[in-house]
């Protein structure tokens, strides 16, 4: 058994040629070179700095380009804004001037004021003769007459418009209510006729030119 061990041990050990021949491996090993960019793998990377350069360019030509058609817009819309200052402004002074010019109808409108404001005052004491007195009996009295044509002078927009059509109504709903004592339908008729005219003194800038509300 021992003999059979020493000749397989034999086998494993290198022979003496084999020695030999590695000893003759040169021992200097010239200078490193780094590896050109000629394999596959080095191509692709160079590819792919290639296409982000011209990514990163592209996008920060777009980027320029929002932010000028940006200024473009931000400067029409500063435009567009100046230029609607100035419309309301030219037609803020065109209706002063014809508020000026129309002192009957702005006197009619005052008379208006005190007007409600002696008849809410009657209603809220349940005293539907004295506004009755105050109103009149019929739309075509002639203190409506002359309120309905200020109030359409001094309208220049639909809105405006709208309201002095709630008014008229109101009021003429208002005088039915107190001809026939009805002192609720009165009070919800006399508030809807308050509200209208106030909307209209506030679309008109008339407000300003009003004492008492």
């Known amino acids: 058994m021992a003999v059979l061990f020493l000749a397989n041990a034999k086998l494993l050990l290198p022979s003496a ?17 780094p590896a050109t960019p000629s394999s596959p793998g080095a191509a692709v990377l160079g590819r792919r700095s290639v296409l982000w350069g011209l990514t990163a360019l592209i996008l920060g030509k777009e980027l320029r380009l929002d932010a000028a058609d940006a200024a473009v817009l931000e400067a029409e819309d500063d435009q567009d804004l100046l230029d609607k200052v100035m419309r309301d402004r030219k037609k803020r002074l065109e209706r002063q001037g014809v508020i000026r010019s129309s002192t009957q109808e702005t006197g009619y409108l005052q008379d208006l004021v005190y007007r409600l404001s002696k008849i809410g005052q009657a209603i809220e004491k349940n005293d539907l003769d004295t ?22 002078k001094f309208s220049s927009s639909e809105e405006e418009k709208t309201e002095a059509d709630a008014f008229n109504s109101s009021v003429i709903g208002l005088m039915s209510s107190v001809s026939v004592n009805d002192i609720e339908a009165s009070k919800i008729a006399f508030v809807a006729s308050a509200t209208a005219f106030e909307k209209w003194t506030a679309l008109s800038g008339l407000v300003e030119q009003l004492k008492g509300l």
Request: no cysteine; aromatic share 8%; net charge positive.
């Open 17 to 33: 040629a084999s020695a030999s021949s590695s000893s003759s491996v040169p021992t200097q090993i010239g200078a490193w070179k």
């Open 131 to 152: 506004a009755s007195s105050v109103l009149g009996s019929t739309k075509d009295s002639e203190w409506l007459k002359n309120v309905n044509a200020a109030l359409y």
